[in-house]
T-cell receptor, first 115, second 112 residues
């Protein structure tokens, strides 16, 4: 009965490859997110998405693209992987914001290593 | 940048002692949240405090918020070895986009 799940948990790949990370939430939430956590544990928002709007952090390279087949899924596709993309990627979800309540539920993370 | 900062970066205490972590942020907020991250795991929401609140309790957790100083503190009382984790504060961006901006985290180690 995992609330937010991600696959795979670990991903090792070579520079230049294209890869996807999948995320699913069974909480019925309206909004999903992707975060990147670097080696110093610095956690940064990449995207937030609901059925109305995709908000992209302007610092995210356009090699990264979120794809949402339905409300319960937000997958992250990465083209032409670079060494600097190595990090842990977290998916999260929340109810659509109401009255300033925006508690987010996180997945377990996907550790991406680019060699 | 709206990113917050936690202080200290690392804290080591004996079981049973209290642990206090501080967070500072830069812009106006609707609310501030604290999250916990065990090693190799995702973040878990602990507590949310709204901008019009000054203090909030949840079990052994006590959070304060001072919007004039743009700072918050998280106090864990009677710490346990299982409290060992990294703790992050997170603020919203007031745009309604529901994005959270996380601080740099405090690594807490509770020694049994």
């Amino acid at each position: 009965d995992t609330a937010v799940s991600q696959t795979p948990k670990y991903l090792v790949t070579q520079m230049g490859n294209d890869k996807s990370i999948k995320c699913e939430q069974n909480l019925g939430h309206d909004t999903m997110y992707w975060y990147k956590q670097d080696s110093k544990k610095f956690l940064k928002i990449m995207f937030s998405y609901n059925n109305k709007e995709l908000i992209i952090n302007e610092t995210v390279p356009n090699r990264f693209s979120p794809k949402s087949p339905d409300k319960a899924h937000l997958n992250l596709h990465i083209n032409s992987l670079e060494l600097g993309d190595s990090a842990v990627y977290f998916c999260a979800s929340s109810q659509e914001i109401q009255a300033g309540i925006n508690e987010q539920y996180f997945g377990p993370g996907t550790r991406l290593t680019v060699t | 940048s709206q990113q917050g900062e936690e202080d200290p970066q690392a804290l080591s205490i004996q079981e049973g002692e209290n642990a206090t972590m501080n967070c500072s942020y830069k812009t106006s907020i609707n609310n501030l949240q604290w999250y916990r991250q065990n090693s190799g795991r995702g973040l878990v929401h602990l507590i949310l405090i709204r901008s019009n609140e000054r203090e909030k309790h949840s079990g052994r957790l006590r959070v304060t918020l001072d919007t004039s100083k743009k700072s918050s503190s998280l106090l864990i009382t009677a710490s346990r070895a299982a409290d060992t984790a990294s703790y992050f504060c997170a603020t919203d961006d007031q745009t309604g986009a529901n994005n959270l901006f996380f601080g740099t985290g405090t690594r807490l180690t509770v020694i049994p």
